[in-house]
T-cell receptor
Framework: TQLLEQSPQFLSIQEGENLTVYCNSS?????LQWYRQEPGEGPVLLVT?????EVKKLKRLTFQFGDARKDSSLHITAAQPGDTGLYLC????????FGAGTTVTVRA | EAQVTQNPRYLITVTGKKLTVTCSQN?????MSWYRQDPGLGLRQIYY???????DKGDVPEGYKVSRKEKRNFPLILESPSPNQTSLYFC???????????????FGPGTRLTVL
């Protein structure tokens, strides 16, 4: 059983559209991290959210941590082909527990 | 350049033939960890090390061994590989892993292992 559930599993959109990826858990985490992984490479950290209700922006990416620190979302505005990749959320509580990931494909 | 390196990147082997995947980091990190990544299952932790000579089991340690004799190196050993260990393996490191830590975890490029 996955500690962190990510949805959707796959997402394919046209360039310029918006998308949202969700990460949900029944556990409370001290912080939550989002990673992006490209084929043939290891995951790379995008952001860490720590406070319940926190919102962080990274250019066209907006990350939100739920008030209860159990869930998070990643929203991409005006997606570009360069946003294509596997997006992973990871809950931090003495160790990192990863979700299964959301594969995002942005078509030109 | 700050990085985590793994070798080999690709390995095809046969059941029962002992192998070692090396991992090295040049960032003086205390914490190192091994994960395996399988489709639909995400990254699952195999073993981790809080510091030199300190190692502990992760979520899926069966069939694996590790050692941490030096701070920079954390090899993963498969004494008798089996086909169910066919997977993509990642080594990672960070300064710490305290509960309140927001340290970045740096991942290596991965080792794709196939056990026939």
């Amino acid at each position: 059983t996955q500690l962190l559930e990510q949805s959707p599993q796959f997402l394919s959109i046209q360039e310029g559209e918006n998308l949202t990826v969700y990460c949900n858990s029944s556990s409370v985490f001290s912080s939550l991290q989002w990673y992006r992984q490209e084929p043939g490479e290891g995951p790379v950290l995008l952001v860490t959210v720590v406070t319940g209700g926190e919102v962080k922006k990274l250019k066209r990416l907006t990350f939100q941590f739920g008030d209860a620190r159990k869930d998070s979302s990643l929203h991409i505005t005006a997606a570009q082909p360069g946003d294509t990749g596997l997006y992973l959320c990871a809950g931090h509580d003495y160790k990192l527990s990863f979700g299964a990931g959301t594969t995002v494909t942005v078509r030109a | 350049e700050a990085q985590v390196t793994q070798n080999p990147r690709y390995l095809i082997t046969v059941t029962g033939k002992k192998l070692t995947v090396t991992c090295s980091q040049n960032m003086n990190h205390e914490y190192m960890s091994w994960y395996r990544q399988d489709p639909g299952l995400g990254l699952r932790q195999i073993y981790y090390s809080m510091n030199v000579e300190v190692t502990d089991k992760g979520d899926v340690p069966e069939g694996y061994k590790v050692s941490r004799k030096e701070k920079r190196n954390f090899p993963l050993i498969l004494e008798s590989p089996s086909p169910n260990q066919t997977s993509l393996y990642f080594c990672a490191s960070s300064f710490t892993i305290r509960r309140s830590s927001t340290d970045t975890q740096y991942f290596g490029p991965g080792t794709r292992l196939t056990v026939l």
